[in-house]
C-alpha cells in the first residue's frame, strides 16, 4: 500500500512509515476532532452565541431603553403633577383657615357687644392677612406663595366693615381672639400665643 520510494525522494521530514503509525495518527486526529467538536458544544458554549441568544440579548436591551427613557420622561412630569397638587392643597387649606376668621368676624358682630370666640388655626406657611373692606363688605386677604415662587391672593368676605388690621400667621398653630370690645365698640383681632 504504501511505497517507501515514494517517501525516499519527498521532502517528507519521515524517511518510512509503516501503516500502524500512520493509523495511529489518523485515529488520534479524529479523536481530537471529536473532542474539540463536543466541548464546543457542551463546555465551552458561552463563547459561541447561537441566534436565540443573541435576540434574548438585544430584546433585553432594547426593554432597558425603553424604561429608560418612560422613566426619564416620567420623572420630570410627576414633579411637576406633585408641586401643582401641593400648591392646590395649600390654597384650600388657606381658604379653608381664612374663612374661619371671617366666620368668627360674621360671629361676633351677629352675635351683639361684649361677644368673643377663640379660633385654632393650622397654616402650611408663613404668611399675613389683611383686613380691609371695600364700603359694603369686609374682605380678607391672604398672600399665599407657591411651589415655582409666584404668589396667589386669598381672599374671603365677611359683614362687618370697620376692621382695617394685619395679622402675621407663622407655619403651624396659631389662637387668635375675635371680640367685640363694649367700650370702643369696634370688633380686634388678636393673636393668642
Known sequence: MFDKSIAK??????????????????????????????NNKGLFKFISIDN??????????????????????????????????NDVINSISTKNELSKITDSIDFCYYSGKGSKKVVLLDFNQDFSVRFTNNGQ????????ELSDNNHKEISSEYDYIGLNTNIQFSKGFNKILVEWDEDTGLIRLSKLN
Do not use: H, R, W
Open 9 to 38: 525522494k519527498s521532502s517528507l521530514p519521515f524517511k518510512s512509515i509503516n501503516n500502524n503509525s500512520l493509523f495511529k495518527f489518523i485515529s488520534i486526529n479524529k479523536c481530537l476532532f471529536k473532542f474539540i467538536s463536543i
Open 137 to 144: 363688605k369686609g374682605i380678607a386677604y391672604a398672600d399665599l
Open 52 to 85: 436565540k441568544g443573541q435576540l434574548s440579548l438585544e430584546y433585553i436591551l432594547s426593554a432597558m431603553m425603553v424604561i429608560l427613557l418612560i422613566t426619564l420622561l416620567s420623572v420630570p412630569i410627576l414633579s411637576l403633577t406633585i408641586d401643582y397638587s
